[in-house]
Each structure stands twice: as structure tokens, then as C-alpha cells.
T-cell receptor, first 111, second 113 residues
Framework: GDSVTQMEGPVTLSEEAFLTINCTYT??????LFWYVQYPGEGLQLLLK?????DKGSNKGFEATYRKETTSFHLEKGSVQVSDSAVYFC??????????FGTGTSLTVIP | DTAVSQTPKYLVTQMGNDKSIKCEQN?????MYWYKQDSKKFLKIMFS???????INETVPNRFSPKSPDKAHLNLHINSLELGDSAVYFC????????????FGNGTRLTVT
């Protein structure tokens, strides 16, 4: 069945460091891929998405490219800020229109 | 102008009690969901309704019963609460289709003592 495997955390970075959170997926067909962010005490918010191979989603300095050949959707940001501290979830929406989430990666950015 | 709103935000109750969580969305979406998030942040789908019809019913104890009076509302009733039910419960909604994202509420933190 469909699934998402996400890099385990926690991740701790200094401000302005480069961020990569790895995400790979298994799916039949052609899923849409998403990154969500969850700030403390809040619900998940959509960060970015890509709906087909080679699409690049981007938002707030974050980027992720849908790579069908490596079944990956890695999240990157060139220079993280303290305000980026949160839990990040990779997700897919597959052929059955059912969402599958990764286990979440906690990011802490220190000044 | 809250998109997906759920109440209450916090719920503290004793084992054996019955409680309900309410969810409403004003996005015009046709599909609504309940997710459970445990202490390790793992998200588990519980139920999904499309146009008031149950379409996803994962392995969840019978003590959990969803009810969707209309497309904009999906409530969750829990009977005979147990300690293991303590978690954060999220309501979400979407337009049914592969490219549509989920929109989440802010969660209900349920603590069973």
C-alpha cells in the first residue's frame, strides 16, 4: 500500500543554517505530495505541495521537488530562522484519495 | 473567518465518561476527517465522510462514533473513555480529489484521568 517515510528527528540547527528534511514515498499511480508544518499548540498547516513529477512546490523560503525517479520529496530551506521551529510532516494523497502522513520531524532552530 | 473550527480546545474527563467533540468547516468542502495524534506526534486517520457518507473507517474501537449531520459538520462522540484515548484529535476537510490538500482545525486535547 501507499506510505511515506520521513527522516527522523529531532533536528537542531543554528539560525541561518541550511535545512534538508528527507521524505520518500511508496505509491501506486501518481500521488500528489505535500509538506505540512505544525507549530506548538496548533493544527497542521499546508506549507507547499506538488501534484506531478518534476513540479517544485515553494512557500516562505521552503522548497521541495517531486522526484518520481527517486520517489522523493525532500524539504529544503537555505537559511532557517528561529520562527521555523516546528514539526514538519510529509504526506501524499494517492489513487484512493486517502492521505498518508510521515511520522513528523521536529526542528529546533537556535539563535 | 476560521476555516475549520473544532470545540472544545481542551477536554479533561474521567475514565468511563462519554464526551463529544464538534467540528465545522466554512470552506465549502465535501469531505471531512478525524485524525488522532499521539504524544509522539504520529497522525492516524480515524474516519472520513464525503457528502455525509462514511468512506473511511479505520480500525477504531466501537466506542468512537462519528456523525455528520451535513457537509459542513462532523462530530465525534466517544463512549466509556479510557486512559489510552488521551491524545490530540484533529478535524480536517478537503475537496475530494487527488490534488486537494487537507485543511486542519487547531485540535482538541483530550486528557482522560
Amino acid at each position: 500500500g501507499d506510505s511515506v517515510t520521513q527522516m527522523e528527528g529531532p533536528v537542531t540547527l543554528s539560525e541561518e543554517a541550511f535545512l534538508t528534511i528527507n521524505c520518500t514515498y511508496t505509491a501506486t499511480g501518481y500521488p500528489s505530495l505535500f509538506w505540512y508544518v505544525q507549530y506548538p499548540g496548533e493544527g497542521l498547516q499546508l506549507l507547499l505541495k506538488a501534484t506531478k513529477a518534476d513540479d517544485k512546490g515553494s512557500n516562505k523560503g521552503f522548497e521541495a521537488t517531486y522526484r518520481k525517479e527517486t520517489t522523493s520529496f525532500h524539504l529544503e530551506k537555505g537559511s532557517v530562522q528561529v520562527s521555523d521551529s516546528a514539526v514538519y510532516f510529509c504526506a501524499l494523497n494517492g489513487d484512493r484519495n486517502q492521505f498518508y502522513f510521515g511520522t513528523g520531524t521536529s526542528l529546533t532552530v537556535i539563535p | 473567518d476560521t476555516a475549520v473550527s473544532q470545540t472544545p480546545k481542551y477536554l479533561v474527563t474521567q475514565m468511563g465518561n462519554d464526551k463529544s467533540i464538534k467540528c465545522e468547516q466554512n470552506l465549502g468542502h465535501d469531505t471531512m476527517y478525524w485524525y488522532k495524534q499521539d504524544s509522539k506526534k504520529f497522525l492516524k486517520i480515524m474516519f472520513s465522510y464525503n457528502n455525509k457518507e462514511l468512506i473511511i473507517n479505520e480500525t477504531v474501537p466501537n466506542r468512537f462514533s462519528p456523525k455528520s449531520p451535513d457537509k459542513a459538520h462532523l462530530n465525534l462522540h466517544i463512549n466509556s473513555l479510557e486512559l489510552g484515548d488521551s491524545a490530540v484529535y484533529f478535524c480536517a476537510s478537503s475537496v475530494r480529489g487527488p490534488n486537494s490538500p487537507l485543511h486542519f482545525g487547531n485540535g482538541t486535547r483530550l486528557t482522560v484521568t
